[in-house]
């Protein structure tokens, strides 16, 4: 499948689990069930891998939807807390969320990077028409996407807390929450600066941008497929 289709497959796909109500979310899971068993095993670690990074993000969604979305009580007998639609409201939200990782990560996991970068190119070819330069936008876009991966290569490597010395003042207990936020904001300060320190270093390198192609003419029959099959069930 041309790489700009697949592109244009998964923006119908966000944006119909974005939009959607639980019908939509049921198809877009059975859908993905479908796109990932096939596949190697590796692949679905790596979206896991995804939603694990995100888990404070979901956490925070989650307290915000509960805590402050206006409905009938969890537990009648307090005052106020969480809500039965701020649990419907949050639950579905998360899982959009999570459907739409695993579509990122389908995504990326299946699209060499050069195709990728071209099929970006050629979506952004409306900016050519107004002067904008585009071909600037996909080699930002391949820089961000090589200072991902070497983001994450420091961060598997980074020292440990003791080997660093990176224990928090002797006024807060090792074991408490404030001791591990203190260790996390540690862990990230260094994090900065070994990129800042590896971003000075690195040398200047060439950045070849894929000449884009237009896709096959029959290939369009997909996401006008999947547009319909999600106007169906009620986008």
Not at 19 to 42: D, K, N, Q, S
Not at 192 to 201: H, M
Request: hydrophobic share 55%; with cysteine; aromatic share 10%.
């Amino acid at each position: 499948m041309h790489p700009v289709i697949k592109i244009i497959l998964f923006l119908i796909y966000a944006a119909a689990i974005a939009f959607g109500g639980v019908t939509t979310l049921l198809a877009g899971a059975v859908l993905m069930l479908v796109l990932y068993l096939p596949g190697p095993g590796e692949r679905l670690l790596l979206a896991f891998r995804m939603l694990r990074r995100m888990r404070w993000f979901f956490l925070s969604i989650a307290l915000v939807y509960l805590l402050f979305t206006p409905g009938r009580l969890l537990f009648s007998a307090w005052p106020w807390g969480p809500t039965l639609e701020g649990l419907a409201g949050g639950g579905l939200r998360i899982a959009s969320l999570v459907l739409i990782v695993f579509a990122v990560n389908l995504l990326l996991r299946t699209t060499p990077r050069p195709a990728l970068i071209s099929a970006i190119l050629w979506c952004l070819t409306p900016l050519a028409w107004v002067g904008l330069p585009r071909e600037r936008l996909a080699v930002r876009i391949a820089l961000t996407l090589d200072a991902v991966d070497s983001v994450q290569v420091i961060y598997r490597h980074r020292p440990r807390d003791d080997e660093h010395g990176a224990e928090p003042p002797v006024n807060i207990h090792p074991a408490s929450l404030k001791a591990r936020l203190w260790r996390i904001g540690a862990t990230a300060q260094r994090l900065v600066s070994a990129v800042i320190e590896q971003a000075e270093s690195a040398p200047v390198v060439a950045i070849e941008v894929p000449r884009p192609s237009s896709p096959a003419l029959l290939q369009w029959l997909y996401p006008l497929l999947l547009g319909a099959l999600f106007m169906v069930l009620g986008w």
